[in-house]
């Protein structure tokens, strides 16, 4: 491999690392900003968005560097390929981490209601799932990233649940429907959460085997 190319591949790799610990961190903060009902933990998650779009746009603007100037073949283009897409999806996933913040604070105006305990356990797997496709890029290991994908059953199971849960909560006590309506959104984030996180765990299958699973379920 021509040297230059080994340098940009080892920075690309860095950033990438250095932004995947970002969003993960924003992801937990959101969490605990939710249990804690916390605004200032919330406030700190919408303020750090900013910086997290800035790397997401030099993270894109060094691969398609990449791609221009050293046109990389085989394994190297497959690692240049997975983290335009893994970029993308982990900006997506700091959006909901945005999102989550921005309910809490909304929620935090109006008087309590009972967070089901389903809320806690579907952010929490949600979250995990991120750390988990994270390492799985770090290590390559594709046994992991299966694992990943996996795991997304239950997150929707979870979803379920709790839409079920929530509309319940609003036709018992429907003067704080607006209070469910907020929770209802949070509820999405999360499992929109595990989404991505299973497409970066599919990613990594991509990157490590050369395969496409994305679809595979529906006979593609």
Not at 73 to 83: H, P, S
Request: aromatic residues 6%.
């Amino acid at each position: 491999m021509p040297v230059h190319l080994r340098r940009d591949l080892d920075k690309l790799k860095r950033k990438m690392l250095s932004f995947g610990a970002a969003v993960e961190e924003n992801a937990q903060l959101s969490i605990k900003a939710l249990r804690d009902f916390d605004t200032s933990i919330a406030q700190r998650v919408i303020d750090r968005d900013n910086e997290i779009n800035r790397d997401e746009v030099e993270i894109e603007e060094e691969c398609l560097k990449i791609l221009a100037l050293h046109q990389p073949v085989a394994v190297d283009l497959r690692f240049v390929v997975t983290v335009l897409k893994v970029n993308s999806d982990l900006e997506r996933i700091a959006d909901f981490s945005v999102n989550v913040s921005k309910r809490v604070r909304t929620l935090a105006k109006y008087p309590a209601v009972a967070m089901p305990k389903e809320l806690m356990q579907i952010a929490e797997k949600a979250v995990a799932m991120v750390n988990a496709s994270l390492d799985c890029l770090v290590e390559q290991d594709v046994v992991r990233a299966r694992g990943v994908c996996a795991a997304d059953d239950a997150v929707d199971d979870l979803q379920r649940k709790l839409y079920d849960i929530i509309l319940e909560a609003v036709r018992k006590d429907p003067e704080n429907a607006a209070q469910w309506m907020q929770v209802f959104s949070t509820v999405r984030y999360f499992e929109r959460m595990g989404d991505y996180a299973t497409n970066i765990a599919e990613d990594v299958i991509y990157l490590v085997e050369g395969e496409v699973i994305r679809h595979k379920d529906q006979g593609m």
